[in-house]
């Protein structure tokens, strides 16, 4: 009898981690499945540090412009952006923000995400402008500072649908500092799982970045360019360097690593119970 139980039990454990095997398996496809908000096939991204290089902030500017101009005269290449840090990776940059006007000193969002991308980003990524303009080329240093909203910052700033025009910023004191001019979709930002959060474009010619990442548009598979976009970087400057190498895709996969660890140790862990349930049946 106490032979018979032990071995109900195992086909039952056994039964118990292969579903949930299955259920782990289910939830990755789930996932891969998501609407992100923007077009993740075909994107090549890669890090530019010329800080390391005893680059200045005006020297970083026009090796990041002139890395542009390259890359799109590049054969595979269809556009090229560039941002603070790419979507759905490691890295999020998050603040308060205020709305010009607004009677309390507390923040009208209390976590704002934030981005500063070059004005070929939204088309590039295949992000859809709804309202107002994308940024352009007369967005520089010198320009007035402006920002595009997502959908969620822009109901969460402003409920009464008036975005375009009005003014935010990044303190009480500095609330008049940027300028909407426009209003994109709402994208996956950090998480797979989580919606689109409330997020804040800005120009990243209005910024003082020195370490951004290259985000291009391929006509083919992106790591298949890694190469040639490397020798086109060398040509720029050899003492640049240049890292992290991925596609976009990949990079959404990383975000399913640990669905992806559960569900191969269930079924590493259920096949073992099966292989044991198998002995004590013979």
């Known amino acids: 009898?106490?032979?018979?139980?032990?071995?109900?039990?195992?086909?039952?454990?056994?039964?118990?981690?292969?579903?949930?095997?299955?259920?782990?398996?289910r939830t990755l496809e789930n996932l891969k499945r998501v609407d992100v908000g923007f077009d993740s096939?075909?994107?090549?991204?890669?890090?530019?540090?010329?800080?390391?290089?005893?680059y200045d902030l005006d020297r970083a500017s026009r090796l990041f412009g002139q890395v542009l101009e390259r890359m799109a005269t590049v054969p595979g290449v269809t556009s090229a952006a560039l941002t603070r840090a790419p979507l759905l990776s490691a890295t999020t940059f998050v603040a308060p923000a205020w709305k010009q006007g607004q009677a309390s000193q507390a923040p009208a969002v209390e976590t704002m995400f934030n981005m500063d991308v070059s004005p070929a980003f939204f088309s590039t990524m295949g992000i859809p402008l709804l309202q107002g303009?994308?940024?352009?080329?007369?967005?520089?240093?010198?320009?007035?500072?402006?920002?595009?909203?997502?959908?969620?910052?822009?109901?969460?700033?402003?409920?009464?649908?008036?975005?375009?025009?009005?003014?935010i910023g990044e303190?009480?004191?500095?609330?008049?500092?940027?300028?909407v001019v426009g209003v994109v979709r709402d994208t996956k930002y950090g998480s797979v799982r989580d919606p689109g959060p409330p997020t804040m474009y800005r120009c990243v010619w209005q910024t003082t970045q020195r370490n951004l990442y290259v985000v291009l548009r391929t006509a083919g598979e992106p790591l298949a360019m890694a190469e040639t976009v490397r020798a086109t970087m060398r040509r720029i400057d050899p003492t640049v360097p240049i890292q992290e190498f991925t596609s976009q895709s990949e990079q959404i996969s990383q975000r399913?690593?640990?669905?992806?660890?559960?569900?191969?140790?269930?079924?590493?862990?259920?096949?073992?119970a099966v292989l044991l349930a198998c002995i004590g049946l013979f």
């Open 256 to 272: 399913f690593a640990q669905e992806r660890l559960f569900a191969r140790a269930y079924a590493a862990f259920g096949a073992l």
């Open 1 to 25: 009898v106490l032979s018979k139980g032990l071995i109900v039990l195992q086909v039952a454990m056994s039964l118990v981690l292969l579903v949930g095997a299955g259920l782990f398996l």
């Open 133 to 167: 303009r994308g940024f352009a080329d007369r967005d520089g240093p010198t320009g007035p500072k402006v920002a595009i909203l997502n959908e969620a910052a822009a109901r969460k700033l402003f409920p009464d649908g008036d975005a375009l025009g009005r003014r």
């Open 171 to 179: 303190s009480f004191e500095k609330s008049g500092e940027f300028e």
């Open 41 to 54: 096939r075909n994107l090549l991204m890669f890090n530019v540090n010329p800080r390391v290089s005893g």
